[in-house]
């Protein structure tokens, strides 16, 4: 019998939000201008493409010749040229046979562990990788293996145990660190068991390989038949959606199967009109990527020679370490109170439990704004660091 006085039925986020307040991690929005009246080293615009006119013109004529919207699913109404296009610029840019495009990059890293994997299937998975890949594993209903950061034995022992359908999946680039997975080790295991290798690239595409053609392309593994890639183009392409890359008989598989391309709305038509211009851009300055990896070196050494501990990059991502979470969160925030926008990682979100400022380096930042950004950091550091 329910009784006389029924309790609410969210009641109980009261309780959860009084935790999270006592761990120091509660998560607040915050709304920007759209005139920055501060320095960004907290965005993942890489290339520093998102504001410009080429990219932002591209847009706007993109909406006005197809709409705001795509108006529905890829199959029925939502497939643009411009959508087939971006894909054939897109798998040709990067060295791939096919490419599908997603209205996100989350979107995109579902689709291929669901559709790719079956209940028999293992999918063995870095313990570092990225929580869309840790949701596609989890709604595959594939048997998972996490295995140690950037272990190829590990993923070897996985692998060994296993008979049947298995694929490995990784990062790049790691968001957390910025550091790189070892792509040519973990493909030569793969290929011992015949297992597919899924790469996340979205840190890597506009940063790694000749001109920025990504991180698969600087392996020499791009367009390899036992290989797919993930891309988000709302990073170094500076707009939004993720896309698919691989052999077209995987991309024909996930046009039929992904539910995450059958039954999501298909990406708005501005936001395929930047990621295209950027793209081109990208093609036509092939510097810009050179340019974003030098940021980074740069902002690494600076902060490292005076007395900072930070993780050497790989790409684009600076990770400093912080001597714990509440330090890391007030460090943050001064920052931002001198005019720097830099990101915070804290536990639950880091898998290692060191809290670290992360830092993102960008194409376009003059020597200036490098050094005002070094100077505010080191400003602001906790003591006894």
Same mark, same amino acid.
């Given at each position: 019998?329910?009784?006389?006085?029924?309790?609410?039925?969210?009641?109980?986020?009261?309780?959860?939000?009084?935790?999270?307040?006592?761990?120091?991690?509660?998560?607040?929005?915050?709304?920007?201008?759209?005139?920055?009246?501060?320095?960004?080293?907290?965005?993942?615009?890489?290339?520093?493409?998102?504001?410009?006119?080429?990219?932002?013109?591209?847009?706007?004529?993109?909406?006005?010749?197809?709409?705001?919207?795509?108006?529905?699913?890829?199959?029925?109404?939502?497939? =643009?040229?411009?959508?087939?296009?971006?894909?054939?610029?897109?798998?040709?840019?990067?060295?791939?046979?096919?490419?599908?495009?997603?209205?996100?990059?989350?979107?995109?890293?579902?689709?291929?562990?669901?559709?790719?994997?079956?209940?028999?299937?293992?999918?063995?998975?870095?313990?570092?990788?990225?929580?869309?890949?840790?949701?596609?594993?989890?709604?595959?209903?594939?048997?998972?293996?996490?295995?140690?950061?950037?272990?190829?034995?590990?993923?070897?022992?996985?692998?060994?145990?296993?008979?049947?359908?298995?694929?490995?999946?990784?990062?790049?680039?790691?968001?957390?660190?910025?550091?790189?997975?070892?792509?040519?080790?973990?493909?030569?295991?793969?290929?011992?068991?015949?297992?597919?290798?899924?790469?996340?690239?979205?840190?890597?595409?506009?940063?790694?390989?000749?001109?920025?053609?990504?991180?698969?392309?600087?392996?020499?593994?791009?367009?390899?038949?036992?290989?797919?890639?993930?891309?988000?183009?709302?990073?170094?392409?500076?707009?939004?959606?993720?896309?698919?890359?691989?052999?077209?008989?995987?991309?024909?598989?996930?046009?039929?199967?992904?539910?995450?391309?059958?039954?999501?709305?298909?990406?708005?038509?501005?936001?395929?009109?930047?990621?295209?211009?950027?793209?081109?851009?990208?093609?036509?300055?092939? %510097?810009?990527?050179?340019?974003?990896? =030098?940021?980074?070196?740069?902002?690494?050494?600076?902060?490292?020679?005076?007395?900072?501990?930070?993780? %050497?990059? %790989?790409?684009?991502?600076?990770?400093?370490?912080?001597?714990?979470?509440?330090?890391?969160?007030?460090?943050?925030?001064?920052?931002?109170?001198?005019?720097?926008?830099?990101?915070?990682?804290?536990?639950?979100?880091?898998?290692?439990?060191?809290?670290?400022?992360?830092?993102?380096?960008?194409?376009?930042?003059?020597?200036? %704004?490098?050094?005002?950004?070094?100077?505010?950091?080191?400003?602001?550091?906790?003591?006894?660091?």
């Amino acid at each position: 019998m329910p009784s006389a006085t029924p309790r609410a039925p969210f009641e109980w986020t009261d309780a959860a939000a009084r935790g999270r307040a006592a761990a120091g991690l509660v998560r607040t929005l915050r709304p920007r201008t759209a005139e920055p009246d501060l320095l960004d080293l907290a965005s993942n615009d890489y290339l520093g493409l998102t504001r410009r006119p080429e990219i932002t013109g591209a847009a706007a004529a993109a909406a006005r010749r197809w709409g705001a919207g795509a108006t529905g699913s890829r199959l029925v109404t939502g497939s =643009t040229v411009l959508h087939a296009e971006l894909e054939r610029e897109l798998a040709e840019f990067c060295g791939f046979e096919a490419a599908l495009v997603f209205s996100s990059g989350y979107a995109a890293n579902i689709a291929a562990l669901t559709a790719l994997t079956d209940r028999g299937s293992l999918i063995v998975s870095d313990a570092d990788n990225h929580a869309s890949i840790v949701d596609g594993c989890r709604l595959s209903r594939a048997q998972t293996a996490v295995v140690p950061h950037a272990d190829p034995e590990a993923v070897d022992k996985a692998l060994d145990a296993h008979d049947g359908r298995a694929l490995a999946v990784t990062d790049s680039v790691f968001s957390v660190d910025g550091d790189a997975a070892p792509l040519t080790e973990l493909a030569a295991v793969c290929r011992r068991y015949g297992a597919a290798l899924v790469v996340d690239d979205a840190h890597g595409l506009g940063v790694l390989g000749d001109g920025g053609r990504g991180a698969l392309r600087a392996a020499g593994l791009a367009g390899d038949g036992d290989v797919v890639a993930t891309v988000t183009l709302s990073k170094s392409l500076g707009s939004q959606g993720g896309a698919v890359l691989g052999p077209a008989r995987v991309i024909d598989h996930l046009v039929n199967t992904a539910r995450t391309f059958i039954f999501d709305t298909g990406l708005a038509p501005a936001s395929v009109g930047a990621a295209l211009a950027s793209l081109r851009l990208l093609r036509s300055d092939p %510097q810009l990527a050179d340019r974003v990896r =030098t940021v980074a070196r740069t902002l690494h050494g600076r902060l490292t020679a005076a007395g900072l501990s930070a993780v %050497q990059p %790989q790409a684009a991502v600076v990770s400093v370490l912080a001597p714990s979470p509440d330090q890391a969160l007030r460090w943050a925030a001064d920052c931002r109170d001198a005019g720097l926008v830099v990101g915070c990682f804290r536990p639950p979100s880091v898998p290692d439990g060191i809290s670290r400022l992360r830092l993102t380096a960008r194409a376009d930042l003059t020597e200036r %704004q490098i050094e005002a950004a070094v100077g505010t950091i080191l400003r602001t550091a906790p003591t006894g660091r």
